[in-house]
């Protein structure tokens, strides 16, 4: 878990290539748990609040570039991850594209 989320933020700024499944997963649940976590504490520390909203902020470049390249992963263009914001079955479906398994190479 934590090599897939060094790695993810390493790759930040990195769009190119592919990410796999595990990768893709491990770094979000990485990611979930220190959001949770800083968020907790930041309810009694006002500097770690400040700290949970810039984690929050830079979290969108690793996150971002993950995602473009596990959707190249599994086969489908990048602008898929605008089906995002179709109402109620977008975020669903891009779920679904992100769990999909990887195309051989």
């Given at each position: ?23 893709f997963w491990w770094f979000y649940l ?7 976590i800083l968020l907790v504490l930041g ?32 086969g489908k263009p990048w602008p898929w ?25």
């Amino acid at each position: 878990m934590i090599d897939a989320f060094v790695s993810g933020w390493q790759r930040s700024f990195d769009y190119e290539g592919r990410s796999n499944r595990p990768d893709f997963w491990w770094f979000y649940l990485a990611d979930s748990i220190l959001i949770l976590i800083l968020l907790v504490l930041g309810l009694f520390n006002e500097l770690l609040f400040k700290l949970y909203i810039l984690y929050v902020i830079a979290q969108i470049f690793p996150s971002l570039s993950l995602t473009v390249r596990r959707l190249r992963d599994s086969g489908k263009p990048w602008p898929w991850i605008f089906i995002s914001l179709v109402p109620f079955i977008g975020g669903i479906w891009l779920i679904v594209l992100l769990a999909q398994p990887s195309l051989p190479v």
